[in-house]
């Protein structure tokens, strides 16, 4: 099989994740060729371009190449929160849910949990649950969202909604981070720019390997202050690699092809949500996607994932009766055709 083919080439279409992408032609030939040096003495060209490049995407000083969402997330916390403190996230957060208790382990922190509609947090419901720096609470040192929500299915913040929570917590004289693992996916659904983006949150992590379909690496950015101190933690955690720039190579190469191409993923998303309707009873509550993740609730899902598999579809469940599929650039619309035959017909049965 060619290294360009999309995997439904191998008789397979795989909606478990978006992070099942492979590095394509283009990106491989872009490690081959990587000019290099060693990262940890800050002399490798490749890594430079990318971590600054980045940055001016988001309008922020500095960037850092992780080999990880995760690293990034926890190098955020560890630059941004002060340990014995709150962080303030949303209660379906990846921060609190999938990182086996990085940031109370490692960052020293207690994640406040809020339950939030979509999982998106509003301006009053983060006034309402900040925490003063006031003995013997426990204060909020931090806040933070995550865009777009992935366990409430790919829900994205509006530039408004964002900019509405980003003066909430700047008057509060406090940090605010985005895990923007899907950040590119939230530009394209809200119609907003990267700058957007980065102007209301004071550091922000995406990754690469994602919706930008790179094989490794996610890169978080914020002042040089802030980015000088995580690159601090990442060496701690060892993080810090050498001759990286191959994996930024592939990483250029992704910020340079994949944003552009993610309304795709989103239209995918819409067919894989209309053919769920087209066969559920019209009073079965499914919510149409705002990005490349779609949710089909109220569902037998390992049923259907069971049923899906042998027609050589691969879904994933978010629990019993959640349905979860996820768009990428690997899947091409002949693939997500073959995906939709195959739901109504497993839905229908
Ligand atoms: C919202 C979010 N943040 C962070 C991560 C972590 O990324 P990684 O698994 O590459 O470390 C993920 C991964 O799915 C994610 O969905």
Not at 46 to 59: D, H, M, P, S
Not at 280 to 301: F, K, M, Q
Request: with cysteine.
């Amino acid at each position: 099989m060619s290294v360009n083919a999309p995997r439904h080439a191998d008789g397979l279409v795989d909606l478990r994740s978006d992070t099942v992408t492979r590095p394509d032609a283009a990106m491989r030939r872009a490690m081959a060729e990587a000019d290099v040096g060693d990262d940890v003495y800050g002399e490798d060209p490749t890594v430079r371009r990318l971590e600054e490049t980045a940055a001016a995407l988001f309008g922020k000083e500095a960037g850092l190449l992780c080999p990880s969402g995760v690293q990034c997330n926890l190098v955020g916390l560890m630059s941004l929160a002060t340990r014995g403190t709150e962080v303030l996230v949303e209660a379906d957060a990846h921060l609190v849910n999938y990182e086996a208790g990085a940031g109370a382990m490692f960052a020293g922190v207690q994640f406040r949990t809020v339950q939030a509609p979509d999982g998106l947090f509003d301006a009053d419901l983060v006034a309402a649950h900040i925490r003063p720096d006031h003995f013997p609470l426990t204060a909020t040192s931090l806040v933070a969202i995550e865009q777009t929500h992935n366990r409430r299915g790919g829900t994205a913040y509006t530039p408004e909604a964002l900019a509405a929570i980003g003066a909430t917590v700047r008057e509060a004289g406090l940090p605010l981070y985005m895990d923007g693992a899907r950040v590119f996916n939230a530009v394209e659904a809200t119609g907003s720019t990267t700058e957007e983006q980065g102007r209301q949150v004071t550091a922000l992590s995406f990754c690469l390997s994602k919706a930008l379909g790179a094989p490794v690496g996610s890169v978080f950015v914020g002042p040089a202050d802030v980015v000088d101190a995580a690159r601090g933690w990442r060496r701690r955690l060892g993080g810090a690699m050498r001759q990286s720039g191959v994996i930024a190579a592939a990483g250029l190469v992704a910020l340079e092809q994949g944003p552009g191409r993610v309304a795709q993923d989103h239209e995918h998303a819409r067919m894989l949500y209309d053919a769920a309707r087209a066969v559920l009873p019209d009073d079965h509550p499914i919510a149409p996607p705002t990005s490349n993740i779609v949710y089909v609730d109220g569902v037998d899902a390992p049923a259907i994932v069971a049923g899906l598999r042998e027609r050589g579809i691969l879904a994933g469940s978010m629990d019993p009766t959640t349905l979860r599929m996820v768009t990428h650039r690997d899947v091409d619309t002949v693939g997500i055709t073959r995906a939709t035959d195959a739901l109504k017909t497993v839905l229908a049965s």
